[in-house]
């Protein structure tokens, strides 16, 4: 079995600080052996936002990998976001925007979504997707990392990722298993697949830290893949609560090939 342990939307700088102690304690006690970060790790990109981030990745005790958001590139300095976007997530997180990892039979290739010319709504490209698809390994459940959804929900008001249809309609063509992502705040696992009909199974993370009252909640998933099969824990910390609830299961499984809710 790997445990895979998705966190997405910290929001350092408007975080829930008192539940910052708690989540910590929660991630190392899950032992996973990847833990998956899918962007916005700040809420303005500034320098002490990113080194309080920074300090509490370096607190995690499992490999990481990251990937930015778009909150972790300046939003007004228009000068700075276009000619060096990443200079303070590189100093403060890593100097890899599009970083892999590889344990036990999983292999997460990272990739990043932000577009500074347009802040919020976020891009893939066909070079991307291309590099993607020939890094498929097929002995591996293979997935994706990136911090902008694939597909979303009617209800959303946000601007759909661009290059998003075409690059998910070649990804699952190709092959590709999971996509980790985050931006909306909203959590949903499987909410696209046709059971049994082959499809990327998409894990939408809700935000672990951000302590906007919108959000009502922080959470984060442990993704646990054992062969075809995966059971996803998700871990609730309600804002009217102190701490996290006793925590879901959902089961998935690709045993007859696409991947059916069970």
Known sequence: ????????????????????????????????????????????????????????????????????????????????????????????????????????????????????????????????????????DPGCTNILALHHPMQQRPEVDKMLMKGAPEALRDLQSAGLHVVLSGHLHVWSAGAFLRDGQGGVLQVQAGTALCNRPGDRQNEFAVLDFDGPELCITRHVAPMSEPGFLPPEQMRFSRRDGGWKSL
């Open 1 to 136: 079995m790997t445990r895979i342990l998705h966190l997405s939307d910290l929001h350092f700088g408007y975080e829930r600080q008192a539940l910052v102690a708690p989540l910590l304690d929660r991630v190392n006690a899950a032992r996973p052996d990847l833990v998956v970060v899918t962007g916005d790790l700040t809420h303005r990109g500034r320098s002490g936002q990113f080194a309080a981030a920074g300090s509490f990745l370096r607190r995690i005790e499992a490999p990481l990998i990251a990937v930015p958001g778009n909150h972790d590139i300046p939003l007004f300095k228009l000068t700075a976001r276009l000619a060096r976007p990443y200079r303070r997530y590189c100093r403060a997180i890593a100097n890899d925007l599009e970083p892999v990892a590889h344990v036990g039979h999983v292999r997460v290739q990272g990739v990043n979504s932000v577009d500074p010319t347009a802040w919020q709504r976020g891009v893939i490209t066909g070079a991307q997707v291309r590099r993607v698809i020939g890094n498929l």
